[in-house]
Every structure is written in C-alpha cells, then in structure tokens.
C-alpha cells in the first residue's frame, strides 16, 4: 500500500462536548457536530447531561461556554472557532447587512409572480408590479409590529414627523400594512393611495436629510427595531415606492 493509500485510509478524529440535556440541547453543538462530520471526521460525541457536569467540566479547562471542540488533542472551541478554523466566515454580530431587506423584496417579487401566473396564466402584466409593491409593503409592516416598541424607538432616530409627533412612530406600521392590503386588492384607492403617498413622502424626505445632508451613519428601521439594515439608498427606495405606487393607483 502507497503512503497516500495509507493517509487516505487515516481516519480524522474530533472530540467534542456539548450539551445535551433533558430540558435544554444546545444548537451550537448541534451545529459543530455536523460541521465537523461534513469535513470527514469522526466525532466522538460526548454529552453534558446536567448543569454541574457542565459546570466542572468548563472549570476543568477554563472555558465559558460549550459546545468545545477538541482536534489532535487541541482546543479548537466553539462552533464559530470550528468555522475559522476550517477557513469559512463567522458573522459580526455587530455588522450591517442588507441580507433581510434582499430576502423580504425577493419573497414578495415570488409571490406577485405566483399569483399573476395563478390568476392571469402569465407573470407578464401590470398587476404583479402592483402586486410586487404592495406585498413588500405588508411584509415591512408585518417586521415592524413584530416589536413596535423597538421599531418606534429606532424610527424616532431619523424620521422628522415622528420626532415632532412621537405616536407617529406607532402609527406608521399599522398605516402601511392597510395601504398595502387595500393596493393588493385593488381596493378603496381613495384611502389607501393617500396613506401610502403621506406616510411615503415623509419617509422618503427624512431619510433623504438624515443620509445626503446630514450625512448620519445610523441603522435603519425599515426592517424592524433590530434591524441591521444600514439607512441610505435602500430605505430611501422603500418609501419611494410607496410613493410611485401610490400615484400610480390614482392615476390609473
């Protein structure tokens, strides 16, 4: 047998401790144990099974928190030490993304496609841009009520009605998911075309001042209060909409 035939024959061992308990099992570990079993290990999978357990054995190698993970008698660590360890990317919890706004504006594209195709037979016509809009729209509401406390607060940052007026910031949710439902239904344009051009306009004006005039490097509410989303071209762009929509179902 070559020495390669012999090193591909070696198998790669990992030991790893965890959580594993009647009232609680810890995702990380969960994570670190596939993590290392997708990269050919062979896991030897020891469980914690109660708090002392866990307690003294955090103790015994001066550690904070499981799951740990050992490779060639090493301490490799946590699942995120697992991830930099194998070269892949641990997330800043503290980073912007645009990864929410993306994923909510693509979802909403899906379903105005699906229910064109589903009512017209065809994803080619005006409606699935109606559709497009207003979903995203009743999907954004639906992040802020999620915590409306948190989003009022975070929305009171930049925008210049609610600053003067601070129910606006509770307000604003409730007024773009009714605009929305009622543009997706084709509904009392009379109501939902003046809401969504109000709060719309406002939106879009104050971040306009708070980004290319004030030049502010805040977060922005769009998303909900823990949003991660940074205020600028894509919160302006939501408002926008509002706007384009709103005129659109008066003019039409």
Request: some cysteine; hydrophobic content about 50%.
């Amino acid at each position: 047998m070559s020495d390669s035939d012999q090193d591909a024959s070696v198998t790669k061992t990992a030991r790893l401790y965890r959580m594993v308990m009647e009232k609680h099992l810890c995702p990380y570990g969960l994570k670190a144990k596939d993590l290392l079993e997708r990269k050919g290990f062979e896991v030897e999978d020891h469980h914690l099974t109660t708090r002392a357990e866990t307690d003294a054995f955090m103790e015994e190698h001066g550690v904070k928190t499981t799951p740990q993970a050992f490779i060639d008698k090493e301490r490799i660590g946590g699942y995120d030490a697992l991830r930099k360890y194998f070269g892949q990317a641990v997330k800043d919890k503290n980073a912007t993304s645009y990864q929410p706004v993306i994923a909510i504006f693509a979802v909403a594209a899906l379903m105005a496609l699906a229910v064109s195709w589903a009512t017209f037979g065809t994803i080619f016509n005006v409606r699935a841009g109606e559709w497009f809009i207003s979903f995203s729209m009743c999907i954004l509401a639906i992040q802020k009520l999620q915590d409306l406390e948190s989003f009022s607060t975070m929305f009171l940052g930049y925008d210049l009605l609610a600053q003067r007026f601070v129910r606006y910031g509770y307000i604003y949710p409730f007024g773009e998911a009714f605009a929305g439902i009622l543009m997706a239904a084709g509904a009392l344009t009379w109501l939902s075309a003046p809401i969504a051009l109000f709060i719309g306009s406002v939106g879009a004006v104050s971040v306009f001042k708070a980004v290319y005039i004030d030049k502010r490097d805040i977060k922005c509410a769009c998303v909900g209060g823990s949003s991660k989303v940074p205020l600028g071209f894509v919160s302006l762009t939501e408002n926008v909409m509002m706007v384009l929509m709103a005129l659109w179902m008066v003019l039409k």
